[in-house]
């Protein structure tokens, strides 16, 4: 089976867990599709795809031609999060499933009622018309109206999954929504080789950090406080002589290597698999608070400590998980400034995290502040024994568990074959 698959453009998440999905599906012919970060994960970890078309740089029209032409070709179509492929595979009359890690997190304005009423009336005589239909949804709301398109609905279970799938399978038509466990690269993770002496006392993994607001030359007002912040974790934690710093910031061309007191962090970009491996022969993990770098780092039987909060879905995150020891130990910018007014919504709340990193790192004062109260948070965290760590990682695991992705996935695609 030829399978066209592609991920939301956001951040390291989606297209992480599209190369997840894809390693679990040997035996068919998987090409990817996509631009941006996205193409960037799916190019530093070619052995996923059988074939990868980057549209990075392409004029949209050109692009959309290139996925056109590729659907036209294709047995099926998977997308992780990504509206606009599931909208194309629908009008191409292709059978398409619809991944998705944060079923729970899209805000909705219309009711899910209207949203079904919409996709039902929605033409598919061309992708333009289609994507005219739909232009009242919110970009969150369009997430929804693909799973409702979809041929096949995979969520990964998380707070509030449960209610969303039952409020959307209370409608006359859709797909049967099925919940998963992690999606993650189980294989990678049973290959992983633990090793007695660990190249690094301390890893920091940030993501991919790019996403529809954030970039590494754009409102980065968040790695420039990280940039600032290092030197002095160096200063401040002798017990920290070799730090890993790693993610999309530090991708080819952007390696930097920090040195203080003869302590040194290693900020740069390692392949998916090269990152578990340094995961679990590692002690102590800080981690940018994304769901699916935090699934494969309790797979690896690792509580690792929250860093602040990069954009609004980390602030979701948090929230979710504050009834356990991850969601309460981690640090949150909060802490920082109290009084910040935080906005409600996946953009604007972006944005006004933008401006607190900034605000953080300008004033002499916050950033005293801030220095502080996260080195309060280490320092609770370092303490953790080995029982109460493991007792972290099981608390987060009962909680997301579910069924194996790759088992639902085949059945999914056995389904589409068959008929």
Known sequence: MRIVMGAQNCGFGPASELVAVSRQLPGHERVF??????????????????????????PEQAGAAVIEDLLRGCDHVVSVMDAELVFRSVVARRPVTMVDSLFSFWRLAHSPAGIHGLCRSMPRSCYRSADRHLTRLS???????????????????????????????ALATGPEIH????????????????????????????????????DFDVNNDYLLLLRRWIPDLLRDWPRFRRVLVCGGPFGRGRERTVTVMGRQADCCFLRQRELLQVTA???????????????????????????HEQHYAHVFTMRALHGTLFGRSGG???????????????????????ELAGRIREDDGLYARYRRTFNERIEQYVSLAAPRRRQGVEELGGLLEGEPVGSVLTRTLNTSHAA
Request: hydrophobic share 45%; charged share 20%.
């Open 139 to 169: 970009p969150h709301e369009r997430v929804v109206a693909a799973h409702l398109l979809a041929t096949h609905s995979v969520v990964q279970n998380f707070p509030g999954v449960a209610e969303r799938a039952a409020e959307l399978g």
């Open 179 to 214: 919940r998963t466990g992690p999606i993650i690269d189980v294989e990678g993770l049973r290959n992983v080789v633990r090793t007695t002496e660990p190249a690094y006392d301390l890893l920091i993994n940030v993501g991919g950090f790019k996403n529809f607001f954030l």
């Open 332 to 354: 949150r910018f909060a802490d920082v400034v109290p009084s910040h007014a935080l906005p409600e919504d996946d953009f604007a709340g972006t944005v006004a995290l933008v």
């Open 281 to 307: 022969s590692t002690a102590d993990c800080l981690l940018a608070p994304g769901l699916t770098a935090l699934h494969e780092t309790i797979a690896l039987g690792r509580l690792p400590l929250a860093i």
């Open 33 to 58: 599709v996509g631009d941006g970060v996205a193409a960037v994960f799916a190019r530093r970890n070619p052995d996923a795809f059988d074939y990868v078309y980057d549209t990075s740089g392409m």
